[in-house]
């Protein structure tokens, strides 16, 4: 098609040229006419068939052209409307249940050790800490954590200082505090998170994420104010005073996070009412 447009093409250009310059002879004025009109038309024929030879041309490179090579044709992916899944809100509290039936000779507590994001049952008995972990539906089998007994000086607590989400053993001892890591089957040989001095307060000792990176944080609440040890998830670090003076609670101090941008907020209820202090 595009050989056979040209030679026409040429042919037309020629017989016009040939026309012009005299050396077609033409002896009657309607011949002139008649050769002018013939030479236009075949020239008018040959621009015709090159437009359509060019349409088809381009035809036939889209046909052959896989949608998206060129970046106009390429579908677009389907937008899919993932919803998160709607959590029933809950108006009540159900009939009890008889989760289980352990003694504690020492001690009782509840915290996720297993890691599974259900709180567990711990009982600190004379022969070590027994934990059961929490099936959804009850308290399972208790299994020794410690392998045997347990002492302490002070006290000890169950939070997660690592940030693996298991809640650790934290005993506080003359030496200051030892951390011994909850492995989600027991605990791991303690550690001295604070360099083996004494951990002195004056009021009380809690432990809360108030840094928001995941880790249960020592806060020291003394005379001077509420003193701040972050976790750096093998230690606790240098503490720095997070009031900036004496901070007191009529009826009790907590650390929960009350704005909902992950860190704990310190709540005070007095009797005048509760006020929180946010973390920031």
């Given at each position: 098609m595009i050989v056979s447009v040209k030679r026409l093409?040429?042919?037309a250009l020629l017989a016009f040229s040939l026309f012009i310059s005299g050396c077609i002879n033409v002896s009657s004025g309607n011949s002139v006419n008649e050769a002018t009109q013939m030479a236009f038309k075949l020239t008018q024929m040959a621009f015709e068939m090159q437009a359509n030879a060019a349409t088809s041309e381009a035809q036939l490179v889209e046909l052959a052209t896989p949608a998206g090579e060129d970046g106009l044709d390429s579908e677009q992916p389907a937008v899919v409307d993932q919803q998160a899944p709607v959590v029933q809100q809950a108006s009540s509290f159900g009939?009890?249940?008889?989760?289980?039936?352990?003694v504690c000779h020492q001690g009782c507590y509840l915290a996720d050790v297993t890691g599974d994001g259900k709180v567990d049952f711990i009982a600190h008995?004379?022969?070590g800490i027994y934990v059961l972990p929490s099936t959804g539906t009850g308290f399972g089998p208790h299994t020794n954590w410690t392998g045997g007994a347990l002492y302490y000086h002070h006290g000890i607590?169950?939070?997660d200082v690592t940030g693996d989400g298991k809640a650790d053993l934290i005993v506080h001892d003359n030496d200051g505090m030892n951390i011994m890591p909850s492995t989600g089957t027991g605990f791991a040989k303690h550690t001295n998170w604070t360099g083996g001095k004494a951990l002195y307060y004056d009021i009380g000792i809690h432990f809360a994420d108030v840094t928001g990176d995941g880790k249960a944080d020592l806060i020291v609440h003394d005379n001077d104010g509420l003193n701040v040890m972050p976790s750096t998830g093998t230690e606790f670090a240098r503490h720095t005073n997070w009031t900036g003076?004496?901070?007191a609670c009529d009826?009790?101090?907590?650390?929960?996070?009350?704005?909902?941008?992950?860190?704990?907020?310190?709540?005070a209820h007095d009797k005048k009412g509760t006020y929180v202090l946010p973390a920031q």
């Open positions: 093409s040429l042919l009939t009890p249940q008889l989760w289980t039936q352990a008995d004379n022969d607590y169950f939070k003076g004496p901070v009826y009790g101090c907590y650390f929960m996070d009350a704005t909902g941008d992950g860190r704990a907020d310190f709540i």
